[in-house]
């Protein structure tokens, strides 16, 4: 018996066996226009095999570079689009360099830190005032994150200028709207709204149970 184990291995399974043995004839083709001609084919054959690549922008460009994949880079053929080469596929991408500075404040994140960074350097004015009162109001809501318990408006302000190293400072007519209970404990539209309203349906389904119940005793 013939087993896969013992066949060739599939470069893109995906595709199947058949696809890499047409890929195979092509690349023993003398005839290049034959070549392409031919490619083209397979190429049609693969986009019907995995026909959700269409819903991928520039999914032909993805097709032929698969083409290029099983062939291993050795099909000499006229591409629609620009060959890459084996050492460019496998060739690792170049680190990220991450930014080794501790962070102040890890209940904020280094994000705030950022916010801080370009708020602090922006010119005075009413556009900067709303962006410190819109950094204000989403440090707090990180806060309540990390400490259930409430938070004043000046610890939050407090903790902008310890982490810009008093560069920015939040003018005393700045003020942040009060966070009502049920905006901090309940979800609105989700578990709040359908909270209350099966709670309404219990004691309506409750009520017409008890009233049944009274006249049918009555009687």
Do not use: C
Not at 32 to 38: A, G, P, T, V
Not at 58 to 64: A, E, P
């Amino acid at each position: 018996m013939d087993y896969n184990t013992q066949r060739e291995k599939l470069i893109m399974p995906e595709y199947g066996r058949h696809v890499q043995k047409m890929i195979e004839y092509v690349k023993k083709i003398k005839d290049k226009d034959k070549r392409n001609e031919q490619i083209k084919a397979v190429v049609n054959v693969m986009a019907t095999l995995n026909p959700q690549l269409k819903d991928m922008n520039d999914y032909q460009r993805k097709l032929w570079g698969h083409v290029e994949v099983i062939s291993d880079f050795d099909l000499d053929i006229d591409s629609p689009y620009p060959l890459l080469t084996k050492e460019e596929f496998i060739a690792h991408p170049e680190p990220l360099e991450h930014s080794q500075k501790p962070i102040k404040a890890r209940h904020y994140g280094r994000n705030i830190e950022n916010m801080i960074e370009v708020i602090q350097n922006k010119e005075e004015g009413e556009v900067k005032d709303e962006m410190i009162k819109a950094l204000a109001t989403y440090m707090r809501q990180q806060y309540l994150i990390w400490n259930k318990d409430s938070v004043s408006e000046e610890t939050i302000f407090n903790d902008i200028r310890k982490l810009s190293n008093d560069r920015l400072i939040v003018p005393e007519y700045i003020h942040l709207k009060p966070i009502s209970e049920k905006a901090v404990f309940t979800r609105p539209g989700i578990m709040g709204q359908n909270y209350n309203n099966n709670n309404k349906n219990y004691r309506k389904n409750s009520n017409n149970k008890n009233s049944k119940k009274h006249w049918k005793n009555k009687r």
